[in-house]
T-cell receptor, first 114, second 116 residues
């Protein structure tokens, strides 16, 4: 079985500063993928970034980057230059080796202060 | 390109009733997954359909069922509703890539079900 742990239920960050959201995972699959999604108060899940377990480099997408440490089984999301619109719930998820099922963590609520 | 659509957006039912939720995936996407989100249990996988076949199923009772049509549209049904079924039900579609991994799932806005 796969498991995702997000240990920070809520976080504050000052506008324009960087913030790191933690994610650790557990899986017995040799190949897997890790996703981060953002969920604003509207409820829709918005894809942010993806990291494959065999990717040599850490994934980056604009202001989002993923600090992937395979040996430690961690996949932390780094948001640079926080904006007020970044205030939302953030979920880390792992996909099964068939690529058709996501297991989510409990989420982190990020609040950006002006 | 239109995104994933879900209908209805809001639904109120009473215990014992049944409900059907609908999901239309992004054009060309053949995989549709369903998730339940509650404050207590978080986001949980319900099931996934690909080419009208259920490929994967989460740990939910048989009251939860689904199907997929030839145009990839999917429905999920919950029979004999319980108070604990109150949740946001999210549908996601993906373009299945060769090799299995890295299939970004595009989520719809969800259907918020309230059971009284």
């Amino acid at each position: 079985a796969q498991k995702i742990t997000q240990t920070q239920p809520g976080m504050f960050v000052q506008e324009k500063e960087a913030v790191t959201l933690d994610c650790t995972y557990d899986t017995s699959d040799p190949s897997y993928g890790l996703f981060w999604y953002k969920q604003p108060s509207s409820g829709e899940m918005i894809f942010l970034i993806y990291q494959g377990s065999y990717d040599q480099q850490n994934a980056t997408e604009g202001r989002y980057s993923l600090n992937f440490q395979k040996a430690r089984k961690s996949a932390n999301l780094v948001i640079s230059a926080s904006q007020l619109g970044d205030s939302a719930m953030y979920f880390c998820a792992i996909e099964n080796n068939a690529g058709n099922m996501l297991t989510f963590g409990g989420g982190t609520r990020l609040m950006v202060k002006p | 390109k239109a995104g994933v659509t879900q209908t209805p957006r809001y639904l109120i039912k009473t215990r014992g009733q049944q409900v059907t939720l609908s999901c239309s995936p992004i054009s060309g996407h053949r995989s549709v997954s369903w998730y339940q989100q509650t404050p207590g249990q978080g986001l949980q996988f319900l099931f996934e359909y690909f080419s009208e076949t259920q490929r994967n199923k989460g740990n939910f009772p048989g009251r939860f069922s689904g199907r997929q049509f030839s145009n990839s549209r999917s429905e999920m049904n919950v029979s004999t509703l319980e108070l604990g079924d109150s949740a946001l039900y999210l549908c996601a579609s993906s373009l299945v890539l060769a090799g299995g991994l890295g299939n970004e799932q595009f989520f719809g806005p969800g259907t918020r079900l309230t059971v009284l």
